[in-house]
């Protein structure tokens, strides 16, 4: 188990490097920045999976957690297929500009929907964790 305090400076690392490789990859391209990207995932994963092991009466509330990360990685989806039909359907009848801007409204929907799918990964794994037995059989979301 990592201690507390490391795993926030390894967290501060991470967040720091990988917005200065994006930063780096739209100010000048290059694939030096890669490095950066990957050494910033390298050190989320301490902070991700340094803690302790979950507990049973920590169920509630990793099962809340995972129903909400869900949920809205699964709003970000369809509302950017809504966004992209809209775009797709509209080609004639809006201006270039207008159709640019809403496709890139979709790609932003799109990439936070896969971000917050490692979050819903993250969960389900403290999930199996917290269960022992790494089966979700007795799983029932919230309606």
Not at 36 to 41: G, I, M, P, R, T
Not at 121 to 139: C, P, V
Request: proline share 4%.
């Amino acid at each position: 188990m990592v201690s507390r305090p490391l795993r926030a400076l390894c967290a501060f690392a991470a967040v720091s490097l990988f917005l200065g490789g994006v930063a780096g990859l739209v100010v000048a391209p290059g694939a030096l920045y890669t490095i950066v990207l990957l050494a910033a995932a390298l050190l989320a994963m301490p902070a991700m999976f340094g803690g302790k092991k979950p507990q049973e009466h920590d169920l509630a509330h990793i099962d809340e957690h995972l129903h909400r990360f869900r949920s809205a990685m699964f709003l970000c989806f369809a509302a950017a297929m809504v966004v992209y039909a809209f775009v797709i359907s509209a080609r004639r009848a809006a201006s270039e500009a207008l159709l640019q801007q809403l496709a890139s409204l979709g790609v932003s929907l799109w990439v936070v929907g896969f971000v917050l799918l490692f979050f819903a990964m993250y969960y389900r794994a403290q999930r199996r964790l917290a269960t022992g037995n790494g089966s979700e059989s007795t799983y029932n979301p919230p309606r």
